[in-house]
C-alpha cells in the first residue's frame, strides 16, 4: 500500500464491484460511494475530490443534470464523469458514435508519461459526438504503430476526453479498461495516473500496485523459467484447443455453416459458454479474429481450411507422444480423415487420377477449388509429422500424391507464381502440362513458394526420385540469386527470410556444399541479426518496390488491406503469424542439419521467448495458453498495429502459429528435428505408381 494515499478520501459513485473502485481500494484509498451523482454532489465538501462511473456504458448514458453538474462546479469538486448524455455549454449529437477502426489519441502533453500523437488501444468504443477546443484524447482513425504519423488533420476525430469548468469529462468508458482489454497496459496507466492525479490534487501521483489485466504473458521477461517450462507451454497450447471449443461438434455445425457463410467474412462472436466441444472428425475453426468487444470477448473465425487440419493434426499427435496422452492421438486421426476423406477438400476431380488436378487439396471448405502450394505445403507436412508421431501409415498415398501433384503443376523453375494460387477449372481447361512448361516464370517469394521446395527435397531423400532435387535445387538457386534486392515479400521481409530457411536446411541434408551451407548461413544471418535479447525476432520491412502489403501510406489506407504489424524498421515487435512460428520450426531443422551453435542458441532463446509469451488467462478460457499475432518486446505486452484488420495484433490461428509453435517445441523436447523424426515414414512403396498416374511414362 502507497502511504501517500492512504486514508486520502475520494467520493465515489458507481458499483464496488467495478473496476476503477477496486483499483482505487486496493491502492489505499478511503473511498465513500453514493449511488446517484446527485446525491453525492449534494453531499461531498467543495474542494473535494471524486469519480462518476457509468456503470450501463454502452447501453445507456450516464444522466447527470444540469442543476447537479452546476453544483459540482460552483463547488469547485475535482470531478472525473463519463460517458453523460448532456452536458452545460456542451452541444452533443443524440447518437453516439462507434468505433470500427479508430484508436484512441493523444492530443496534449498534459499526461507526463504519454507524448502527443500517441496511439492507444480502446476496443469496440462507444463515444459521445461533441465539440470540444482542447480535447486530450482523441478518437479518430490514424495510422502508425504507436505514434499517428500523419496527425489527425485529414480525419474525424472526436473527444475521448477534456478538461472543461475544472472538470474531467470522458465522452466514452475510460474506466473499462480492463473489462474492455485496453491496451497497451503501460499507457492506460498512465492515463488514470493523470485522471486520479486530477482528481486527489496530488500531480506526482503514481500506481504502486500492478495495473490489472486478464489477459497477460505467463513469464516476464527476468522470471526464471521452470525446469518443466517447455512441457508446460505444450500441454497448456494443446488444451486450448479443447478450452477454446474450436473442434466442431455436430450440435453446432449449422450455426458454423452459417457464420463462414461464402468465407469472406466468417467471423462472429464466440459460441456460448456451454456448447459441446467435437472430436476432429468434423475439422477444427481457424482461432480468433483481431477485434475485441467492450465486454471483453472476442470474434472466432468459422472457416475451414485444410491446411489447419493437417498442422493440428501435426500437434496433436507430436504433443500426445510426448506427454502419453491417447486423446489427442484420436484427435489428430480424426482431423487426418476429415481433410483427406469426409470433407469438400479432396473429392471430384481431385480424386480422379485421369484429371490434371488429382492429388491436390482444396484450400478451404467454401473455397475447394482454389489451390496455394503453400498451404497444400504446410497441409502435407502437418500429416508427414502426425504420421511419424503415431507410427501411422493410413495416408502415406495420400501424402505422396499430393507432393507430386503439385511438382508437376509448378514450371521448369519451380515456381508457381500467381501468389502460389491456382484455380481448378483453369487446371483442368489447359492441363498440368502447360503450367509444367512455363519457361518465363520466375518468383522468388519464398513466402508463397518456398516450402512446396521442401516437401520436394523430403520426398526426393525417401524414394531417390531425381527431377524432386533437380526442381527443388534449382527454383533455391535461382532464388538465391536474386536475395536479397529480387526478392518480393508480402508482409515484411522478415518473414520471407523465415520462409527460406527450412528448404536451405533440407538442401544441406541431402547436398552438403560449401555452396549451400553459404546460402543457409546468408539467410539465418540476416534473420538473427533482429533477434533480440529475448530472443523476440523483430519484424522488418522491405524494399517497398517489391513488397505486396507494405505500412500504410496515409490515415485512410490503415485497415484496408493485409498490413504489417509495425510501420518503421526498429519498431519492437515480434510476429508469430507470419515470422516467429515459422523461424522457429526452420531455426530448429537448419541446427539440426548442421550442428551450427549459433543457430541452436538462437532455437533456444526463441523457445525461451515463446514460452514466455504465451498467453495466461483465467478469465478467458478459449485465450489461455495461446499466441497471439503481436508482441512488443519492449513493452512486454500485447500490442502493434492493428491495420491487417481481422488479422491483426489480436488474433490467434490454430493452425499457423499455435501448431508449429507447439510442434517444434516437442521436437526440442525430445532432442531432434522435423527430418530426423520423419525419417522412416514409409513413403517409397507409393512412387512407382504415382509417378506412373501422374507422368505416364516419364
Known sequence: MCSCVENRTIYFCGSEQGEVYQLLK??????????????????????????????????????????????????????????????????????????????????????????????????????????????????????????????????????LLCEKDGMLIAFTKLSNFRTGRYEPLASWQSVWEYIISFVTGDSDFVFSTEWPSDVKPTYTSEQSLPANAGKNMISRGLEWFFNGCFFIDSSWKELQLARQGDGLMPVARALPADSKVGNG??????????????????????????????????????????????????????????????????????????????????????????????????????????????????????????????????????????????????????????????????????????????????????????????????????????????????????????????????????????????????????LLENQQFSGAIREELGNSSTGTFGKAKSNKDYGVTEAPLISHNGDPVADMLYTSNFAFFSLNEAARATSNPKYKEAVDKLSDFLIRIQVKSEKYAHLDGAWYRAFDYNRWDYWASNADHGWGAWSTLTGWIQSWIISTQVLIEDDTSFWEKTKNVAVEPYMDEATQIMFGNK
Request: glycine letters at 8%; a negative charge.
Open 26 to 159: 486496493n491502492e489505499g484509498f478511503k473511498l465513500e460511494r453514493f449511488d446517484s451523482p446527485e446525491k453525492m454532489i449534494e453531499q461531498v465538501p467543495g474542494g473535494s475530490g471524486a469519480v462518476i462511473i457509468c456503470d450501463t456504458y454502452p447501453v445507456s448514458l450516464l444522466e447527470i443534470s444540469p442543476e447537479t453538474y452546476e453544483l459540482a462546479k460552483q463547488k469547485k469538486i475535482r470531478l472525473y464523469l463519463e460517458y453523460p448524455d448532456k452536458l452545460s455549454n456542451v452541444n452533443m449529437e443524440k447518437e453516439t458514435f462507434h468505433a470500427s477502426l479508430e484508436r484512441g489519441v493523444i492530443t496534449s502533453d498534459k499526461l507526463k508519461k504519454l507524448k502527443s500523437m500517441d496511439i492507444i488501444g480502446i476496443n469496440d468504443c462507444y463515444t459521445r459526438v461533441a465539440k470540444i477546443d482542447d480535447p486530450l484524447i482523441v478518437l479518430a482513425r490514424v495510422a502508425g504503430f504507436d505514434q499517428a504519423e500523419y496527425g489527425i488533420d485529414d480525419v474525424e476525430n472526436y473527444p
Open 281 to 526: 472428425s468434423m475439422g477444427i475453426l481457424e482461432g480468433h479474429a483481431s477485434n475485441i468487444y467492450y465486454d471483453g470477448e472476442q470474434d472466432f473465425r468459422y472457416w475451414l481450411r485444410a491446411d489447419v487440419q493437417g498442422e493440428v493434426a501435426f500437434a496433436l499427435a507430436s504433443g500426445g507422444e510426448l506427454l502419453n496422452n491417447p486423446t489427442y492421438e484420436k484427435v489428430s486421426k480424426n482431423l487426418m480423415e476429415y481433410v483427406l476423406k469426409n470433407s469438400s477438400f479432396r473429392t471430384g476431380k481431385r480424386i480422379d487420377p485421369s484429371s490434371s488436378v488429382y492429388g491436390l487439396i482444396g484450400w478451404s471448405d467454401t473455397h475447394p477449388y482454389v489451390f496455394y502450394a503453400d498451404d497444400n505445403a504446410r497441409l502435407v507436412l502437418g500429416l508427414i509429422g502426425a504420421s511419424a508421431f503415431m507410427d501411422y501409415d493410413r495416408w502415406n498415398k495420400e501424402i505422396v500424391e499430393n507432393i507430386l501433384a503439385n511438382f508437376r503443376l509448378s514450371n521448369v523453375n519451380g515456381f508457381f507464381g500467381n501468389g502460389g494460387r491456382l484455380e481448378e477449372p483453369q487446371v483442368l481447361e489447359k492441363g498440368w502440362q502447360y503450367y509444367a512448361k512455363r519457361p518465363e516464370l520466375m518468383n522468388p517469394h519464398p513466402h508463397f513458394e518456398s516450402w512446396m521446395w521442401a516437401c520436394y527435397l523430403w520426398l526426393y531423400d525417401r524414394t531417390g526420385y531425381q527431377p524432386l532435387l533437380e526442381k527443388a535445387e534449382k527454383a533455391i538457386r535461382l532464388t538465391m540469386e536474386n536475395y536479397p534486392d529480387g526478392w518480393k515479400w508480402t508482409n515484411g521481409i522478415q518473414q520471407e527470410r523465415a520462409r527460406m530457411i527450412l528448404p536451405l536446411a533440407w538442401l544441406v541434408r541431402v547436398q552438403d556444399t560449401p555452396e549451400h551451407r553459404e546460402w543457409l548461413d546468408r539467410v539465418v544471418g540476416r
